[in-house]
C-alpha cells in the first residue's frame, strides 16, 4: 500500500488592540476567490513552517514577524474535494512591526478586521471551523474542505 503524501501550509491570526482578527479578500485566486480568508500560504521546499511563516506575514502584510511572538499553535489535517490533503498550521501572533498593508493586490482586494467570536459568513469554511476549535480548546483536528466551492451569496 502507498503512502499519503501531504502538502503543507500556515495561516496567521493577527489581532488588532480590539481582539478583532485580520482577514483577507482573496481574488485573482483559482481556489476561494472572493472569500475572506487567514493570511496564509504553503510552505515552500527547504523552509519550515517558521520560516514560512515570516515569509508570508512579510509577502501579502508588508509586516515582520518573530517565532518568539507566537501565542498560539494549532494543526488541522484537510481533506479536500479535489487537492491533495493537507497539513495546515496555524499560528497566532501577538505583535509584528511594521503597517499592515496588502503588499500583494493581485491575491487581496481588501483587509478587514472582525470579531473572532463572530466570523462572517464569508470566510472560508475550514478556516472559520479551525479557529472555532481552537476556541474550545482543539488543537489537532481533522476536516474535510470543499475546494472547489463557489461564493455565489454576496451581501
Known sequence: MEKEKFLSSIYLIIKN??????????????????YLALPAGHIDEGENAYEAAIREAREELGVEI?????????????????????YDIYFEVSKFNGIIKIAEPEKCSELVWCNPNNLPWNMIDFEKEAMENNANGIKFSVTFADNEKKLIKTK
Open 66 to 86: 518573530k517565532t518568539e511572538d507566537i501565542i498560539d499553535t494549532f494543526v488541522v489535517n484537510r481533506k479536500n474535494k479535489s487537492l491533495p490533503p493537507y
Open 17 to 34: 488592540e480590539s481582539g478583532e482578527v485580520l482577514l483577507q479578500r482573496r481574488q485573482g485566486t483559482k481556489l476561494w476567490s472572493g
